[in-house]
């Protein structure tokens, strides 16, 4: 159930590298407290898909990547890490990445303003790179705040629909992908029609991750995750997995009596179990794979060269690492 091969993109080792240095370039302030907290995530790594993407956006314009494209890519990557700093507040976990949490190691209070330091890092470079870019990032930055409420206010509801769910993954995950993908064909200097295509793309691209996490949360190890499994529904969360087995009558009346509270470790365990018995994970994959097919059909418009074509097979391989799953679980 491990993630597949994410930079199978046509980004070339030492861009990664160039970005990776550009990343603690611009975390590393010379304040050795501040420094630690602040590149404690960026030091337990990561798969780096979001500036990847940005790389890999603007590689259709030709590499190497620019500066500013680097730039870019940071911005995507400092919001994207901002956002798991504050998720753990507001999440109380204790694991990240396989390392321990910042919140669990420096308390609530360090870790919000760590993550604000990061959020003011972003929108700093953000402006160095034009209106456009800082006017999109302050855009995404809203977004992600709107999907976060909305999953918020509908936390233990077990009545809570499809299309909710799928609007919060638009805003919160979905919105960043598509923002990573923009920057990219901007700062390629990319005609408009391309830069909007790789929008979609990217916003399409976003909900397929989103959804193969949610699955993962649901069939996956402490291990795989890098963090303990279930804790969306132990948040009451209830995500596409959840609410399509909630449909299921072979399961429903059982899970609905579990869900719509707080869960101990031994309710968290049983509806994951509920979950994994129902149909959920194949429809929850079926939608997944309708959003990679509008991923691959929005980069198609970007001609059939070998970034395009990469591109396109990102959402399919996303989909490959589900079934996967799905194959171990009924092992």
């Given at each position: 159930?491990?993630?597949?091969?994410?930079?199978?993109?046509?980004?070339?080792?030492?861009?990664l590298v160039?970005?990776?240095?550009?990343?603690s370039?611009?975390?590393?302030?010379?304040?050795?407290?501040?420094?630690?907290?602040?590149?404690?995530?960026?030091?337990?790594?990561?798969?780096?898909?979001?500036p990847?993407?940005?790389i890999?956006?603007?590689?259709?314009?030709?590499?190497?990547?620019?500066?500013?494209?680097?730039l870019?890519?940071?911005?995507?990557?400092?919001?994207?890490?901002?956002?798991?700093?504050?998720?753990?507040?507001?999440?109380?976990?204790?694991?990240r990445?396989?390392?321990?949490?910042?919140n669990?190691?420096?308390g609530?209070?360090?870790?919000?303003?760590?993550?604000?330091?990061?959020?003011?890092?972003?929108?700093?470079?953000?402006?160095?790179?034009g209106?456009?870019?800082?006017?999109?990032?302050?855009?995404?930055?809203?977004?992600?705040?709107?999907?976060?409420i909305?999953?918020?206010?509908?936390?233990y509801?077990?009545?809570?629909t499809?299309?909710?769910?799928?609007?919060?993954?638009?805003?919160?995950?979905?919105?960043?992908?598509?923002?990573?993908?923009?920057i990219?064909?901007?700062?390629?200097?990319?005609?408009?029609?391309?830069?909007d295509?790789?929008?979609?793309?990217?916003?399409c691209?976003?909900?397929?991750?989103?959804?193969?996490d949610?699955?993962?949360?649901?069939?996956?190890?402490?291990?795989?995750?890098?963090?303990?499994?279930?804790?969306?529904?132990?948040?009451?969360?209830?995500?596409?997995?959840?609410?399509?087995?909630?449909?299921?009558?072979?399961?429903?009346?059982?899970l609905?009596?579990?869900?719509?509270?707080?869960?101990?470790?031994?309710?968290?365990?049983l509806?994951?179990e509920?979950?994994?018995?129902?149909?959920?994970?194949a429809?929850?994959?079926?939608?997944?794979?309708?959003?990679?097919?509008?991923?691959?059909?929005?980069v198609?418009?970007?001609?059939?060269g070998?970034?395009?074509?990469?591109?396109?097979?990102?959402?399919?391989?996303?989909?490959?690492?589900?079934e996967?799953?799905?194959s171990?679980?009924?092992?």
């Amino acid at each position: 159930m491990n993630a597949p091969d994410l930079f199978a993109l046509p980004v070339p080792d030492e861009e990664l590298v160039r970005l990776e240095n550009c990343l603690s370039e611009n975390v590393v302030r010379g304040d050795d407290f501040l420094d630690e907290i602040a590149t404690h995530l960026v030091d337990a790594g990561g798969k780096r898909l979001r500036p990847a993407l940005t790389i890999a956006s603007a590689a259709l314009g030709g590499l190497p990547a620019s500066e500013d494209t680097l730039l870019g890519g940071v911005c995507v990557e400092l919001v994207h890490l901002a956002s798991l700093y504050h998720d753990d507040v507001m999440d109380e976990a204790t694991r990240r990445r396989n390392v321990v949490s910042v919140n669990a190691r420096w308390g609530n209070l360090i870790a919000i303003v760590a993550g604000d330091f990061l959020l003011a890092r972003s929108a700093e470079i953000a402006a160095s790179l034009g209106t456009e870019v800082a006017g999109l990032l302050a855009a995404t930055l809203g977004r992600l705040c709107q999907g976060q409420i909305a999953e918020v206010q509908a936390a233990y509801r077990v009545d809570r629909t499809e299309e909710a769910y799928l609007r919060a993954v638009a805003d919160k995950t979905a919105a960043l992908m598509s923002t990573a993908c923009r920057i990219g064909g901007i700062t390629a200097g990319l005609d408009r029609e391309s830069i909007d295509a790789l929008t979609e793309f990217g916003e399409c691209l976003g909900v397929v991750f989103q959804i193969r996490d949610d699955v993962l949360d649901v069939v996956a190890s402490e291990e795989e995750l890098g963090k303990p499994p279930g804790q969306d529904l132990a948040e009451g969360i209830y995500t596409l997995p959840v609410q399509r087995a909630l449909l299921d009558r072979r399961v429903a009346p059982r899970l609905r009596e579990v869900l719509g509270h707080p869960l101990s470790r031994e309710e968290v365990e049983l509806a994951r179990e509920l979950v994994a018995r129902s149909n959920g994970i194949a429809a929850a994959a079926n939608v997944a794979r309708r959003h990679a097919e509008q991923a691959s059909e929005a980069v198609g418009r970007l001609g059939d060269g070998l970034v395009a074509r990469a591109l396109g097979e990102l959402g399919l391989g996303l989909l490959d690492d589900l079934e996967r799953s799905r194959s171990a679980l009924a092992s």
